[in-house]
């Protein structure tokens, strides 16, 4: 697999107020394509605020955020239109031609011949796909992933984030995934960062070889440690030598 590509997010000193309160406060990120990095942080910390800047829905209060053009969110419901069919949904804002492209899409993420159902007929793991194909369509340089697996049952989101990963290592966007599960970010991330405080308390490179499915933190020494000094980060577990 080739190395990582260029940067394709970039922020220096980024500060955000809300009111009085700084939740970021001069933080510094880098992420290039192909490059997956997981943010972890207790809840309120501005994870999601973080990710708004990203897409230039929010503004700046001090500092800079440079991305590549094409910027596309999946969130933690998948927001498909009702109204319109699958296949309408994954190329909602597009040109008809980019229908055959919207069919790949699907298929790619296990729903080929389900373009003309509606909405109300898929079930929440399949209504995420096609918000993930909705996603990838667009080619994106930069995913941004806003809990997209929160909602899922536990086995649909064990094979989501096989999905993703697979994806993302196809396409090679610069992803930032927001999750409240360290194993997730362990599983999935390039780097796991905690956000705590407005700053980054850690930006940690997760080294594990790929593909990561079968990884078992009860059975693997690495992901425990990780793990364990994520969850130290975080506030909720002990430090231990
Ligand atoms: N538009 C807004 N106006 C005022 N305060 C806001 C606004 N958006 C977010 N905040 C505040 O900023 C802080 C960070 O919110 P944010 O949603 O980014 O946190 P988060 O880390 O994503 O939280 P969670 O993990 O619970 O989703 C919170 O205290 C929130 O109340």
Redesign the pocket.
């Known amino acids: 697999m080739s190395g990582p590509g260029e940067v394709a997010v970039r922020v220096r000193g980024l500060t955000k107020r ?2 009085a ?1 700084a ?1 970021l406060d001069g933080i510094d990120l880098d992420v290039r394509r192909g490059e997956f990095v997981a943010l972890l ?10 990710l708004r800047l990203l897409a230039g829905l929010e503004r700046p209060d001090a500092g800079t955020v440079l991305t590549a053009p094409r910027v596309t969110t999946v969130y933690q419901e998948p927001r498909l239109v009702v109204a319109k069919r699958v296949l309408a949904n994954v190329t909602l804002g597009l040109p008809r031609s980019a229908r055959e492209r919207g069919r790949r899409a699907l298929a790619e993420v296990g729903l080929a011949g389900r373009e003309r159902d509606w909405p109300a007929t898929l079930s929440g793991g399949e209504a995420q796909r096609v918000a993930l194909a909705r996603a990838l369509v667009r080619d994106p340089d930069v995913l941004l992933l806003d ?1 997209p697996f929160a909602a899922l049952d536990a086995l649909t989101r064990l094979q989501a984030q096989d999905l993703v990963a697979e994806l993302c290592a196809r396409h090679r966007p610069a992803v930032v995934l ?1 999750t ?1 599960d360290v194993d997730e970010a362990v599983r999935l991330a390039d780097r796991v960062a905690v ?1 705590r405080d407005g700053a980054f308390a850690v930006d940690r490179a997760i080294d594990l070889p790929r593909p990561r499915g079968a990884l078992s933190g009860a059975a693997d020494p690495a992901v425990r440690e990780h793990r364990r000094e994520l969850l130290t980060h975080l506030g909720v577990a002990p430090s231990s030598p």
């Open positions: 809300f009111g309160a939740v942080g207790p809840s309120g910390t501005g994870k999601t605020t973080l809990e927001v409240h956000l």
